[in-house]
Each structure stands twice: as C-alpha cells, then as structure tokens.
C-alpha cells in the first residue's frame, strides 16, 4: 500500500461520480423504456451501463495522470482487472447476440 495521501480513497469528496452516473443511469432507464419492459431489466441495463462508464473513465483518467507515477503502480493491477472484465463482458455478450441470431 502506498503512504500518498493525495490517492487515497475520498468515499464522500466525489459527487461528480455519483452525479454522473446518477443522470446516466436515469436516461439509459427512460431510453430502454422504448424495448425493454420488464423494469428490472432496464435497472440492471442502467446500473451496468453507468458502472462500465465509469470503469472506462476511470482507465481513461489513470493513462492520461498517473502512467508514470510510481507511487501508484499498485493501481495498476486493479485497472488492468477491470478493463479485462470490460471486455469480458463485451465479448460474452456478443458471443450470446451472435448465437442468437444463429439460431433464428
């Protein structure tokens, strides 16, 4: 663990992250509205779109500011995790939305 104080976690000096993903998540929901009917399948489209716009800012952010900066080399491993997941998740569901198709 590194002794940074500036990388820290900060669990309630960032509303810019719950604000964003609250508006995401409010307008995936309304625009699902219009094909999916069950509503917690459009819950779970949101929240797994604002959690996959998140992890994507975040990889963003940690390529552009922190690359280089030793102290956060740890932060690595956990980014690395996440974007393996991301596209996990991406291939996955193609694999579904293809094998779907190919059974029509």
Do not use: C, K
């Not at 956990?78 to 694999?95: C, N």
């Amino acid at each position: 663990m590194h002794d940074n104080p500036a990388m820290s976690p900060d669990w309630l000096g960032n509303p810019q992250h719950v604000a964003a993903a609250a508006v995401l998540a409010f307008v995936v929901t309304q625009v699902a509205r219009a094909w999916v009917r069950p509503w917690l399948a459009r819950a779970s489209i949101a929240v797994g779109a604002a959690a996959t716009a998140e992890i994507v800012v975040e990889l963003v952010e940690y390529a552009l500011l922190y690359r280089d900066d030793a102290s956060v080399r740890e932060y690595y491993d956990t980014l690395a995790d996440l974007a393996s997941s991301v596209f996990g998740a991406v291939a996955g569901t193609a694999a579904a939305l293809a094998l779907g198709r190919s059974r029509r």
